[in-house]
């Protein structure tokens, strides 16, 4: 029987939008649902998700919010990022997580256990840099981490946002967190593997794809990303541009975000088999940065088929 169980949220920017709305229409149907979850964990965009049901928000109320708070702040792209420079200006964003939780907030003050990944660049006790998860259970040494410093740190992507406090996206990590909560359930909870039950909620499915020859790909060189010389620029792992619709602008940086999401997947099904449910609709290649994509994400949430992910629910969090 399961007595232990873990909702995950994927990082996306603003194709967190989908996974809010997949959760708020689960909550509709199934009001227990957080009330009966004992760990929320989250990872980039979705720590915000995790990180305000832990704290007792709705997913109505947080989509609201992140509806009119979250996304203006992705509505500003500097010219030329992420080829030339930082793509987003942060400030809003760090603004507008801030302002949706109490300044004092602290991961100790939080009703449920939570998760959520981050990469330190530099560590002053291991005199390098390192992976970082953030977490709740007993004996944490981020008891007293500010809730909004926590999902910031793990909201700093690479090539679009500047790091925050040292720390950047918890994608370089694992975009997917099921399998680390999965770890923190065992380890800290010391739950047993055949009692622990995982919906994992996705920011959808794109059908990202690399179909040509890639012999003989670098990175961009510094000579080949000079203005004048970008009509000319031979395809490459840093940034496509001659791409498809479904080709990654910036391969190298997209396949570890979507390849470990990937990888979670099947690692957290192999442990838990079929108390391990993945919810990820299928959806067009559509930009992480771009806050239009608003109501065709709602729309794909609204049309997805939520009876397999219900009548899992209705068999594990009872």
């Known amino acids: 029987m399961?007595?232990?169980?873990?909702?995950?949220?994927?990082?996306?920017?603003?194709?967190?939008?989908l996974s809010l709305q997949l959760m708020n229409r689960l909550v509709q149907q199934t009001p227990e649902l957080i009330s009966r979850t004992d760990v929320f964990s989250g990872n980039s965009i979705g720590s915000f998700t995790a990180l305000a049901l832990a704290?007792?928000?709705?997913?109505?109320?947080?989509?609201?919010?992140?509806?009119?708070?979250?996304?203006?702040a992705f509505s500003v792209s500097r010219?030329?990022?992420?080829?030339?420079?930082?793509?987003?200006?942060?400030?809003g964003?760090?603004?507008a997580v801030r302002n949706f939780f109490p300044a004092d907030l602290r991961l100790k003050d939080l009703k449920k256990r939570m998760?959520?990944?981050?990469f330190q660049l530099y560590s002053p006790e291991l005199d390098r840099w390192t992976p970082v998860l953030f977490h709740n259970f007993p004996g944490s040494p981020y008891l007293h981490e500010k809730v909004s410093d926590v999902i910031l740190r793990s909201s700093g992507a690479p090539a679009t946002q500047r790091a925050y406090q040292n720390y950047v996206d918890g994608y370089v990590v694992a975009t997917n967190p099921s399998t680390a909560s999965i770890a923190f359930a065992v380890g800290k909870a010391k739950v047993p593997?055949?009692?622990?039950?995982?919906?994992?909620?996705?920011?959808?499915e794109a059908p990202t794809q690399l179909r040509r020859d890639t012999k003989g790909w670098g990175m961009v060189s510094a000579d080949n990303i000079r203005p004048e010389n970008l009509e000319n620029l031979p395809p490459n792992w840093g940034v496509l541009l001659d791409r498809?619709?479904?080709?990654?602008?910036?391969?190298?940086?997209?396949?570890?975000?979507?390849?470990?999401?990937?990888?979670?997947?099947?690692?957290?099904?192999?442990l838990l088999g079929n108390r391990f449910f993945?919810?990820?609709?299928?959806?067009?290649?559509?930009?992480?940065?771009?806050?239009?994509?608003?109501?065709?994400?709602?729309?794909?949430?609204?049309k997805t088929n939520l009876q397999p992910a219900l009548r899992f629910i209705e068999k594990n969090w009872k």
């Open 278 to 302: 993945r919810l990820d609709p299928r959806i067009p290649n559509f930009s992480k940065t771009d806050p239009t994509v608003f109501p065709a994400l709602i729309d794909i949430a609204n």
């Open 193 to 204: 593997l055949d009692q622990i039950a995982v919906l994992s909620i996705g920011t959808g």
């Open 55 to 72: 704290s007792g928000r709705s997913p109505k109320g947080t989509l609201q919010y992140f509806e009119d708070e979250i996304l203006p």
């Open 115 to 118: 998760v959520v990944p981050s």
């Open 79 to 91: 010219p030329g990022g992420p080829v030339f420079n930082q793509q987003l200006p942060y400030s």
């Open 244 to 270: 498809s619709p479904n080709e990654p602008l910036l391969p190298f940086l997209q396949i570890v975000a979507g390849g470990n999401g990937y990888y979670e997947s099947m690692v957290s099904s192999h």
């Open 93 to 95: 964003f760090i603004k």
């Open 2 to 17: 399961t007595t232990y169980r873990i909702v995950s949220f994927d990082g996306g920017g603003t194709l967190g939008a």
